[in-house]
């Protein structure tokens, strides 16, 4: 039996907590099929230094430590959720546990286990994942701002709340950009610029920099400043970054954070923009971009963050 039918075979049979080995591979480069969960998929052994954790869409990519017989080993697996796509899956699956020509795809992997994700992740394209770690980011970085000038700010944004921060007096929406000239913002709603109380919109402009700030080193400044880890880690993980992934790693320098009040003067549409202060009927959503070229702001000093 070939290798992908074999993989083909043992996914139907495999169950929870259980790894089969792929007999269809050469003792020396051993692999397994797995069933962790609601999960399954393949893996491969890893040195015990390894630590992984990625995904994208369905499939998750990532180091555990599994006995195996009477051994522990820390294992690097590749899985997938979607039942449906079983047959499918199995082929990218052989394909990341055939040794190759005397066995250099499989050094490769476990060698260079960052480098086969980012080469996949570039294959079938995550452009939107990506913009996504950027404005985490700079929502992050306007957290470790609010918890010098505000009291306990709540961070509700990855919650899908109507703004990004709240606290007692005041709410922040932030926005962030990696253009280094245009200063134009997404509006998500009708209501997100809409509040009872005062409200600021804070503008990130961010460059990617091999020498800059992460999610990682906001995160451990957020902790520093009284944030409680496990709850951090949760949001984040909820909103697809989770620990010890790369984007947690990736570095950018903050070119300039601008604070503007949202007041009379400041361009935006509520319901009081329509006749009646009501929205047309049939109209349950808008979204729009605006143009902040002109428009007064304060800059925030970036002195605040340890690079």
């Known amino acids: 039996m070939d290798i992908v039918n074999e993989i083909r075979d043992h996914f139907s049979s495999t169950i929870n907590g259980k790894a089969i080995p792929i007999s269809a591979i050469q003792d020396a480069y051993p692999a397994w099929v797995v069933r962790l969960d609601d999960r399954y998929g393949v893996a491969v052994e890893v040195s015990s230094d390894i630590q992984i954790s990625e995904r994208f869409s369905n499939v998750r990519y990532f180091t555990k430590e599994l006995i195996l017989g009477e051994q522990k080993k820390n294992l690097l697996l590749l899985t997938s959720s979607l039942e449906q796509l079983r047959q499918e899956f199995s082929n990218i699956c052989a394909l990341f546990v055939q040794p190759g020509a005397k066995g250099e795809d499989r050094a490769n992997i476990v060698n260079n286990p960052h480098e086969w994700w980012l080469k996949w992740k570039e294959l079938l394209g995550n452009s ?93 400044q957020l902790i520093n400043a ?82």
Request: hydrophobic share 35%; with cysteine.
């Open 128 to 220: 939107n994942y990506d913009k996504t770690v950027y404005s985490i980011l700079g929502e992050m970085i306007i957290y470790l701002y609010l918890l010098k000038i505000e009291a306990n700010p709540k961070w509700t944004g990855p919650k899908s709340g109507t703004v990004d921060f709240e606290s007692s007096a005041s709410d922040f929406e932030v926005k962030s950009t990696l253009n280094k000239y245009d200063a134009i913002v997404t509006v998500n709603s009708q209501y997100q610029l809409k509040t009872n109380k005062d409200l600021s919109l804070i503008f990130c402009r961010l460059e990617e920099s091999n020498y800059g700030i992460s999610i990682d080193t906001v995160f451990d």
């Open 226 to 307: 009284g944030v409680d880890p496990l709850e951090l880690n949760k949001t984040l993980f909820n909103i697809g970054i989770e620990e010890n992934s790369l984007d947690r790693k990736k570095k950018y320098k903050v070119l300039e954070l601008r604070k503007y009040n949202i007041d009379s003067y400041f361009p935006r549409i509520t319901e009081n923009s329509f006749k009646n202060s009501k929205m047309p009927n049939n109209i349950i959503h808008l979204t729009y971009k605006v143009d902040l070229s002109g428009i007064d702001y304060d800059l925030i000093p970036t002195n605040f963050i340890n690079c």
